[in-house]
């Protein structure tokens, strides 16, 4: 896995540094090491887990397939052991998004030892376009990717390493074998059935691609890579995948007639029960975008992880470019989000330690979120906090986990008028109070910067003792500043409803 245009630096030997990838058909594992700009992959693990199959009608987890699932993590849990929090990620992507299992996540992650983050679709592609992107030799010009999971097929296209255009389509290898092929039968109809499926999840996306173009198209993960050994291997194309060789693949598994009969020279047995509905899905997308041959790139979600998790390591979070083109677009007055911002980081300061909030990711917290906390005055003043949420919540943030999204939301839904109770009750008990917290002191450096112009603030010294939070001012500075007096007065009564008891003298 090179990486000659990495741009994390290439100077020296890195600690190591893991990506787990929670997906609908298996789970994986890989640890690896920054050497000289190259990732050297130290150990890598998969299980196929099939945990999209496992996905009852209440968007549960099925118990002998939550069984499964639980024992892989612990497997992957006792190798990852000895690393921190800081140089491991752990994402899962369309079944984890659909299910409805506090329980089981609580006890996947138990198991793992780390947090898990379930990742939006565009979230998954960008990362997949990553890996692909540093696995592939750059030789100009636009290229198409493709990766077909368990549960989401992404499509992404994109020019050297910047994604141009990502879609995320709500069909994988295992929802489609289970709805055209549970029984095992492969028939021409079956097939058909599959294929007119494919094409129409395909024929809202398929005209803005093929009018961007691409000179290259690669595939990703194991659907197609195990689509190309077994063309390979039956010499029906020399390099990549073509039409002609699927449409002999196809004809293949239908003279079969059923998937435990099917010989073919390379089929691994844990790809064979999800390859028909794999295979219906690339035959739909060739005809579709009008593919004529697609080679294979090592490359896709997990090595996807490892460079993004490299980038915020070294100080190249593509988080904090989302959260700026963010605030472009929706035309933030970003010189009133720093007014704010600087306040509310000297609080933190102050009661960091008192209020458990002394971890550096606080501070980037409370900058996203001064940041953007006005992000909503673009639709109305009126309710700007709310609307400022929705975006928030409802946008492609580039880096951000669902989880993330809600956190974000909830610290600027949060910044003025009531505390957001149900956004606070919705997020995990490990952040509700941390959030809360981060919430009172963005909220009260709004309140003190009330003024939008640039003058130097007082200083503001600030304790806490239990749920007693006191604000000190320089001897007759309220007195001057009524206005200020006042919302303070007004905020007092916002406060008490959280159960915290605001002074100020």
Not at 77 to 95: D, F, I
Not at 234 to 240: F, V
Not at 379 to 393: E, M, P, R
């Amino acid at each position: 896995m090179t990486a000659s245009e990495n741009p994390t630096p290439d100077n020296s030997t890195s600690a190591p540094i893991a990506a787990v990838d929670l997906g609908s058909n298996s789970f994986h594992m890989i640890v690896a090491r920054l050497h000289d700009g190259q990732l050297r992959v130290l150990d890598r693990l998969r299980d196929p887990v099939r945990l999209g199959a496992g996905l009852m009608k209440q968007n549960r987890i099925d118990p002998e397939v939550r069984k499964r699932a639980i024992e892989c993590l612990q497997r992957f849990g006792q190798r990852l052991r000895e690393l921190g929090s800081e140089s491991v990620r752990v994402v899962g992507t369309n079944t984890l998004r659909r299910a409805r299992d506090p329980e089981f996540m609580e006890e996947a992650q138990q198991a793992l030892g780390h947090p898990i983050e379930v990742i939006a679709g565009v979230e998954e592609a960008r990362l997949i376009y990553l890996g692909a992107a540093h696995s592939l030799a750059d030789s100009g010009g636009r290229r198409l990717v493709m990766d077909i999971g368990g549960g989401s097929t992404e499509l992404i296209i994109g020019d050297g390493f910047k994604p141009v255009r990502m879609d995320s389509l709500y069909m994988g290898c295992v929802s489609m074998t289970e709805q055209f092929f549970r029984s095992g039968k492969l028939t021409k109809g079956n097939f058909q059935d599959a294929e007119v499926a494919a094409g129409l999840e395909l024929e809202p996306i398929q005209e803005r691609f093929r009018k961007l173009g691409w000179q290259m198209a690669a595939g990703a993960s194991g659907t197609i890579r195990t689509v190309r050994d077994l063309l390979v291997e039956a010499g029906w194309t020399e390099q990549g995948i073509t039409q002609d060789g699927l449409r002999k693949l196809r004809k293949a598994m239908i003279d079969a007639g059923h998937i435990d009969k099917l010989k073919l020279k390379g089929l691994p047995d844990d790809r064979r029960p999800v390859l028909a509905g794999g295979l219906a899905i690339l035959g739909a997308t060739f005809d579709a975008l009008k593919i004529e041959r697609m080679m294979i790139t090592q490359g896709a979600l997990r090595e996807g992880l490892l460079y993004d998790l490299l980038g915020r390591i070294h100080h190249d979070d593509v988080r904090e470019a989302a959260i700026q083109a963010m605030a472009t677009r929706y035309q933030v007055d970003i010189q009133h989000a720093q007014r704010v911002e600087a306040v509310a980081q000297r609080l933190l300061e102050q009661l960091a330690n008192t209020w458990g909030l002394s971890h550096p990711m606080y501070q980037t917290w409370l900058h996203w979120a001064a940041t953007l906390h006005e992000v909503g005055l673009m639709i109305a003043h009126s309710q700007y906090h709310k609307h400022g949420a929705y975006l928030i919540q409802h946008s492609d943030l580039s880096g951000f986990s669902v989880r993330d999204q809600a956190l974000l939301a909830a610290l600027v839904r949060g910044h003025r008028r009531k505390l957001p109770k149900v956004e606070l009750a919705a997020l995990p008990k490990a952040l509700e109070e941390p959030a809360r917290r981060l919430i009172v002191l963005l909220r009260l450096a709004a309140l003190l910067r009330r003024d939008r112009v640039d003058v130097s603030t007082p200083v503001v010294k600030a304790s806490i003792s239990g749920n007693q939070l006191k604000l000190d001012f320089p001897e007759g500075w309220l007195d001057a500043h009524p206005l200020t007096q006042a919302d303070l007065v007004e905020e007092r009564k916002y406060l008490e409803a959280a159960n915290l008891k605001l002074s100020f003298t």
